[in-house]
């Protein structure tokens, strides 16, 4: 068969299955389509078909069409970390700068004490988990922070799918999530850091302050039809910047939505945009990403190590939120549900552990870890969040910050948004 056939054969399966595993097996409640994809991508990977039906693999994914998948994986992920940029409302958490400031170091930084100790122990567990260009701090600080990452875009499907995005506890949420997007790429930039590239690194960050000035400058004053194309040139210039300096394309990406607002562009088509990159080309970023999954240390060891990981992750992630709770005296209960939403990781954490693998920081069967901890904490979350903000609606009423159930004419906006 010719390169193109197998290509459209991978495509078939990528679409396919996933969707019949939802919808057959009516999923949705606790494993939505975006994990169910995730997960088929393992499936369909040398880790596991892979393993016990090389012929297959071999066949499927031969090198030609790998490499054609991995070409459109890279743009949607850039694309859809752009949109992330893009959700990052500063001003608002300038406002709220006390409050935003406490809840999310707390969310972020305890999860990351946690995560960096489930680090360290898998160092001193055995070898097999560093990766060959890592050192010990690289691989502690970058388990630590994936552990404490919280997926915003994943976020905002979420709570779009339990009516509550344009609630102030919906908002705040997103503020909060926000700002740990911030610290998360700023981390990782911090662990990319590379003394043999230093020089280019300094002139790209130099470099992207002027230029964003100028890039802000000419948006402002151009049609909105126009600020589509010059929004995917300036993201695909800023990842190229990115990675020549050393620094990985996707945080060039970020850094790309960050200095772009989200008002100059009409709100519905931006959210269209986000649907659609979720539908078209984001599955083949979850099906790339399962074919990169291994056992090389053995599977009951790599199980071990994902479980370590979600119980350093989740029990972090709501211990810090609590003890936030504790501090600005929250109502009873909306601990608990802000908590379960900001430990939701899913696609971020599995960008952010792609760049470490990318970079050979950890090995792939810490990868395999990290994304099987990714897959179990976001179907955690709606089983989680569903009972408790039913009880949190049911006790909100005069507490000023409610989540009231919405008219029916609400939820069938909502339901057309979603």
């Known amino acids: 068969m010719t390169t193109t056939e197998l290509f459209l054969i991978a495509m078939a399966l990528i679409f396919g299955v996933p969707y019949l595993i939802w919808r057959v097996g009516r999923t949705e409640y606790f494993a939505p389509l975006v994990v169910v994809q995730i997960v088929t991508g393992i499936l369909l990977g040398p880790g596991v078909l892979g393993a016990v039906f090389p012929e297959y693999y071999a066949f499927v994914f031969p090198p030609p069409v790998i490499q054609a998948l991995n070409g459109i994986a890279w743009w949607a992920v850039m694309a859809f970390v752009w949109t992330a940029g893009l959700e990052l409302d500063l ?21 990351l004490l946690a995560g960096a100790a489930a680090g360290i122990a898998l160092l001193a567990w055995g070898d097999g988990w560093l990766g060959v260009q890592g050192t010990h701090w690289q691989f502690v600080l970058g388990v630590g922070m994936a552990c404490a990452v919280t997926a915003l875009p994943i976020l905002i499907l979420f709570m779009v799918k339990l009516d509550i995005l344009r609630t102030p506890l919906g908002q705040r949420v997103l503020r909060y999530a926000s700002l740990d997007d911030i610290a998360i790429w700023a981390v990782l930039a911090l662990i990319l850091i590379d003394f043999e590239r230093i020089g280019r690194q300094c002139v790209f960050l130099l470099a992207f302050v002027p230029v964003a000035i100028g890039f802000r400058a000419l948006m402002r004053r151009v049609p909105e039809i126009d600020r589509w194309y010059i929004a995917l040139i300036w993201l695909a210039l800023c990842g190229l910047g990115a990675d020549w300096a050393g620094l990985h394309y996707m945080v060039g990406a970020f850094l790309a939505g960050v200095v772009t607002d989200r008002q100059w562009f009409d709100e519905g088509r931006l959210e ?3 649907q659609h990159l979720l539908l078209l080309v984001m599955p083949v970023f979850f099906l790339s990403t399962g074919l990169r999954t291994t056992w090389d240390v053995g599977g009951v060891a790599v199980f071990g190590a994902a479980a370590l990981l979600l119980v350093a992750s989740v029990a972090g992630k709501l211990a810090g939120v609590h003890l936030a709770g504790r501090l ?3 109502p009873p209960g909306e601990a608990s549900v802000i908590g379960w939403l900001l430990q939701t990781k899913a696609l971020i954490m599995i960008i952010f552990a792609n760049v470490l693998l990318d970079k050979a920081l950890i090995s792939n069967a810490t990868f395999t870890a990290l994304l099987l901890m990714a897959v179990g904490s976001t179907m955690l979350t709606i089983p989680q969040v569903n009972p408790k903000l039913r009880a949190l609606r049911h006790g909100a ?10 008219t029916a004419p609400a939820r069938r906006a909502s339901a057309r948004r979603a």
Request: proline fraction near 5%; charged fraction near 20%; charge should be positive.
């Open 272 to 274: 269209l945009l986000r």
């Open 397 to 406: 009423t005069g507490t000023g910050d409610a989540v009231p159930a919405r």
């Open 328 to 330: 600005l005296r929250w």
């Open 91 to 111: 001003g608002e958490a300038w406002t709220q700068r006390r409050e935003s400031g406490l809840v999310a170091g707390l969310a972020l930084g305890v999860p």
